[in-house]
T-cell receptor, first 118, second 114 residues
Framework: GAVVSQHPSRVICKSGTSVKIECRSL??????MFWYRQFPKQSLMLMAT?????????EQGVEKDKFLINHASLTLSTLTVTSAHPEDSSFYIC??????????????FGSGTRLTVV | GESVGLHLPTLSVQEGDNSIINCAYS??????FIWYKQESGKGPQFIID?????DKRQGQRVTVLLNKTVKHLSLQIAATQPGDSAVYFC?????????????FGQGTELSVKP
């Protein structure tokens, strides 16, 4: 089946620094990638949608200058949390979908990144 | 619909019992729903989906029911096992003109007691 690799799985950074999270589709071309944030005991909140070679589309309330998303190839998207603060501590999850519509089965999720800002 | 900020409701069942997890939606035009399972510290995994032209769909040990009249769907897990302990979400993809982005519902945390 389709596999999405997300790294790192855990990261601790100091307040004010930037952190980059990578999301790779290993065995398919991910035309569209999504980034979610999930706080403890809560649902997944969509942050942005990105298509390869295009600028990401951010959801309302998500600061695009703080959460930089790059989708430069059909197998790689990155999320950079800039000038991180403790309130950015969360579980970040990426999802990838191929160009052809495959319904719910077509969405493959990474294993998530636990970000802790100290 | 989206449920940011709400804490997950929990469901505790005995091993071997059936579990029923519920999800409500608000848009009567919604025509496709997906159920996901998320184990602790991992990303969601696809379980089963259903289109609005159906009111029931069965998989292996799971059944999804859709009631369009009251805008409600449920996931039934038969003979629940400890390995079923996880958080379960219903999700709805938006139109392909929006990239087919998936919007997650509130979720339910299922705990299976041995």
């Amino acid at each position: 089946g389709a596999v999405v690799s997300q790294h790192p799985s855990r990261v601790i950074c100091k307040s004010g620094t930037s952190v980059k999270i990578e999301c790779r589709s290993l065995d398919f071309q991910a035309t569209t990638m999504f980034w979610y944030r999930q706080f403890p005991k809560q649902s997944l909140m969509l942050m942005a949608t990105s298509n390869e070679g295009s600028k990401a589309t951010y959801e309302q309330g998500v600061e695009k200058d703080k959460f930089l998303i790059n989708h430069a190839s059909l197998t790689l998207s990155t999320l950079t949390v800039t000038s991180a603060h403790p309130e950015d501590s969360s579980f970040y999850i990426c999802s990838a979908r191929p160009g052809a519509w495959r319904g719910g089965y077509g969405y493959t999720f990474g294993s998530g990144t636990r970000l802790t800002v100290v | 619909g989206e449920s940011v900020g709400l804490h997950l409701p929990t469901l505790s069942v005995q091993e071997g019992d059936n579990s029923i997890i519920n999800c409500a939606y608000s848009n009567s035009a919604s025509d496709y729903f997906i159920w996901y399972k998320q184990e602790s510290g991992k990303g969601p995994q696809f379980i089963i989906d259903i289109r609005s032209n159906m009111d029931k769909r069965q998989g292996q040990r799971v059944t999804v029911l859709l009631n369009k009249t009251v805008k409600h769907l449920s996931l039934q897990i038969a003979a629940t096992q400890p390995g079923d302990s996880a958080v379960y979400f219903c999700a709805e993809p938006k139109g392909l003109n929006q990239g087919g982005k998936l919007i997650f519902g509130q979720g339910t945390e299922l705990s299976v007691k041995p």
